[in-house]
């Protein structure tokens, strides 16, 4: 009898069983299509999105394809040159088609006049070549340039600045090759002259004697060394770059002027997170021996202290360094912000904590060439007080 209610009991729960199991089959099975016609749908609605583009990525492409060849109109400000207006012109290509490892070199045209006379034509370029091996910085400019200058040395003010001019032509070329995996070992060159001094005659660099008043040549060489692990020298989102030079000035080679330059340029990039980059440089430069007014270490411009009009404060020796946080918000666009620190010296023995100018602005960064992810970008830089500042157009990150 015990063992009939057992079966009995075991028929029951079996039949329940089947019972239960045929609906949540049904139901899983459910679930099942339902989940691959949203997965198919979302490859479908992802695969209609590239293969019909918005009206933005079709304007933007075409954009693109037009900055590839055509200058770009540009407008700038700055305290010393008043309203500038030009074009420029960018291109990041591949030297050859053969060479897949090289890094896309980068081609720059720039030409610009301002409402208070300066006239800016520059030339420049980054080369790679056979697999990264060979490596050319270079630049060629000619600047009829109008400036202020404040004096020589860190206390020096603006309200006590005097207006200069000058023409100066300037060919350098630094000429890299690799030694180990991403350290290089390099020659500089340096031609440059200075001519059409005027200058008034009450002017401190008369009074004083300054070197450099009527002018000269620089006809420079000497050595050269970078480390740099960054994927994209254009739009670096990780690795570090350090470029340290020392280039002499000799008078047998044709220099007016005895004297030595040495440059040290670190630069580090973080990601913290998504596409964010935490970019900071520190940066030193030293003029040794008859250095002339316009060869001294001239703080501020469009890449280092935003907001200080380049040579306003200058002297034998410069360091400074900065920090620049950039952010993507959508699609092609980007903004920034950053802060910098710095001060001119007449030698390394003089360093001090006193009298720190400060930079600090933000920038707007729109990529016209998705393929090497470079950016235009659009800075604005404020000095001390906000009385110091400037508005800069140009390719690339600022470093």
């Keep these: 009898m015990l063992f009939l209610f057992k079966a009995n009991l075991f028929n029951f729960k079996f039949l329940m069983f089947k019972k239960s199991l045929i609906p949540s089959l049904i139901f899983l099975f459910s679930l099942s299509i339902i989940a691959q016609t949203e997965a198919q749908t979302k490859k479908d609605t992802i695969a209609e999105k590239k293969t019909n583009p918005s009206k933005f990525d079709n304007f933007n492409k075409k954009a693109e394809a037009f900055f590839k060849v055509f200058p ?14 030009g074009l420029a012109k960018f291109n990041v290509i591949d030297l050859s088609k053969k060479d897949t490892v090289s890094k896309p070199s980068k081609l720059t045209e720039l030409v610009s006049l301002s409402s208070k006379g300066r006239v800016n034509v520059v030339l420049g370029g980054q080369l790679f070549f056979k697999e990264n091996k060979y490596q050319i910085q270079s630049y060629v400019y000619f600047q009829k340039q109008p400036q202020y200058i404040f004096g020589i040395g860190n206390d020096v003010v603006k309200e006590e600045a005097e207006l200069i001019n000058f023409d100066r032509v300037k060919v350098y070329s630094n000429n890299l090759i690799r030694i180990k995996k991403n350290f290089y070992l390099g020659i500089p060159i340096e031609l440059a002259n200075y001519w059409n001094m005027e200058i008034p005659s009450d002017s401190f ?3 004083d004697n300054v070197l450099g008043v009527n002018g000269g040549y620089d006809v420079g060489t000497g050595f ?21 030079s020392l280039v002499f000035h000799p008078k047998f080679l044709g220099s007016t002027y005895e004297f030595t330059n040495f440059i040290l340029d670190m630069r580090k990039y973080y990601n913290p997170w998504l596409k964010h ?11 040794f021996g008859d250095t002339p007014f316009y060869d001294l270490s001239l703080m501020g411009g469009s890449d280092q202290m935003r907001g200080y009009y380049q040579g306003g404060f200058r002297d034998k020796a410069l360091v400074d360094t900065q920090v620049e946080y950039r952010v993507p918000v959508w699609n092609i666009f980007g903004v920034v912000g950053f802060i910098g620190t710095g001060r001119v010296f007449e030698s390394y023995k003089d360093l001090s904590f006193e009298k720190w100018r400060v930079s600090y602005g933000t920038g707007l960064r729109v990529m016209v060439d998705t393929k090497n992810k470079t950016n235009l970008r659009i800075d604005f830089g404020f000095g001390e007080k ?3 500042k400037g508005t800069y157009l140009s390719f690339s990150e600022a470093f």
């Design 72 to 85: 770009v109109p540009i407008y700038g400000y700055s305290t010393e040159a008043g309203n500038i207006f």
């Design 205 to 207: 660099l008369i009074r």
């Design 224 to 244: 050269s060394g970078l480390y740099d692990t960054r994927e994209n020298p254009y739009n670096p989102q990780q690795g570090m770059y350090c470029m340290s």
């Design 277 to 287: 980059i935490i970019a900071v440089q520190a940066y030193t430069s030293n003029a």
């Design 386 to 388: 906000g009385a110091l």
